[in-house]
């Protein structure tokens, strides 16, 4: 029996799209009958198939979980593969036999310019050239590591040496049209299911919401993620968006909805209008634009990184680009939708997802 170790800071509980996409693929390998294990940061879920890795508070995340990870090495090296969530978790067990490393996006355009992004963009090209293989979900990591792909293109095939590229895919048995909730549909909502960070434009799609809502006064703008306990920085975002709020009149008009789980969500997207999703860094290609397309509602994004591999309407991450885009999807937003949702449930479903990577499986084996 193939014995697979999954390397990562968090899997439970499951809260953004990195969860999910962990859980998908370990239900996908223990239909195969593989047993597996998950290294994460200590948790309070007590499961058997978790190792928890320990937390020291006064490091970060990372430098937390490459420092404590190697203590379990005795464990780790009698794993038959590991797959490694993020490269930046590479260097720990790089002497490990077999090694997938999964890209998320090219999670250093949030960092700034200087000797810290230099040194991530080196770590995570070490790692992409001496891992078994290399698994991305869009095309726009491989274009910054000098192979020639164009969005949209390549879809779950394997476009060099020991590098696939297979795009974030939906379960559209869950997520698809459902008859809307009579509540959130009086709320007119235009929805923003993401979290309530600055690398995930929330200030953007406010001061868009803000030239729209002046068109069409009753609309609101829901926020789907939770405010609370998102670190320092983060805090520091939410309070300069509260004030932004305030100080364009939208009080009444942007509603903070907190934390839906994943099983609430497709009800939320039937009963919405439109979606936004304008990230400005940091993007995949986005489970959140999938999951509001395969619920058939109109979904426009930013043009940014792996978004440009999605079937969303597009915008510049601005304001008034964004502004724009919602006036121009708004007043289509029946058709566009049921364009993106066709796309979506043909090429975006889950089996396509599944049989790619358990192809991946086999190529890294059999090697």
């Given amino acids: 029996m193939l ?8 899997y439970r509980p499951i809260i953004g799209g990195a969860e999910v996409y962990l859980d998908e693929l370990i239900g996908v390998l223990r239909q195969k009958g593989f047993e597996q294990t998950v290294y994460q940061l200590a948790t309070s879920d007590e499961s058997s198939d978790l190792v928890q890795i320990r937390r020291i508070s006064f490091l970060p995340k990372y430098l937390n979980y490459c420092l404590m990870l190697p203590l379990h090495f005795s464990r780790l090296f009698k794993e038959d593969l590991l797959i490694i969530n993020y490269p930046q978790y590479f260097l720990p067990v790089f002497l490990h036999k077999r090694s997938i490393i ?10 700034p310019k200087g000797l810290l992004r230099n040194f991530m963009v080196a770590v995570f090209a070490y790692a992409y ?13 491989l274009r910054e590591i000098g192979i020639n792909i164009d969005p949209q293109t390549n879809m779950f095939r394997k476009v060099d040496r020991n590098k696939w590229f297979i795009p974030n895919c939906v ?9 809307p909730d009579p509540t959130l549909l009086a709320q007119n909502l235009i ?45 520091e975002y939410v309070r300069g968006l509260l004030v932004l709020i305030d100080q364009l009149g939208l009080n009444k008009q942007v509603l903070f909805l907190g934390h839906y ?67 121009k999807v708004f007043m289509d937003r029946e058709t566009i939708a049921e364009k993106q949702m066709l796309v979506v449930r043909e090429t975006f479903k889950l089996e396509n997802w599944r049989q790619a990577w358990l192809k991946v499986i086999q190529d890294v084996v059999g090697q």
Avoid at 131 to 141: L, Q
Avoid at 212 to 230: A, D, M, W
């Fill in 3 to 10: 014995k697979i170790g999954h390397i990562t800071t968090d």
């Fill in 102 to 111: 999964l890209s998320h996006g090219a999670t250093w355009t949030s960092l």
């Fill in 129 to 141: 050239s001496s891992a078994k293989a290399c698994v991305f979900n869009d095309t726009f990591v």
């Fill in 171 to 179: 379960d559209t048995s869950r997520f698809s049209k459902l008859s």
């Fill in 191 to 235: 929805l923003v299911p993401r979290n309530i960070t600055y690398g995930r434009g929330i200030d953007l799609a406010v001061k868009a919401f803000a030239v729209f809502n002046k068109v069409h006064p009753e609309t609101k703008l829901g926020l789907v993620g939770s405010r609370e306990h998102l670190g320092k920085t983060q805090d």
């Fill in 261 to 327: 789980k994943n099983a609430q969500m497709p009800l939320l997207y039937s009963s919405s209008l439109m979606s936004i999703i304008p990230t400005r860094h940091r993007e995949g290609t986005s489970l959140s634009a999938l999951e509001s397309m395969a619920c058939g509602t109109a979904t426009l994004s930013t043009n940014v990184e792996g978004l440009l591999d999605l079937p969303t309407y597009k915008c510049e991450p601005s304001p008034e680009s964004m502004a724009e885009a919602m006036l």
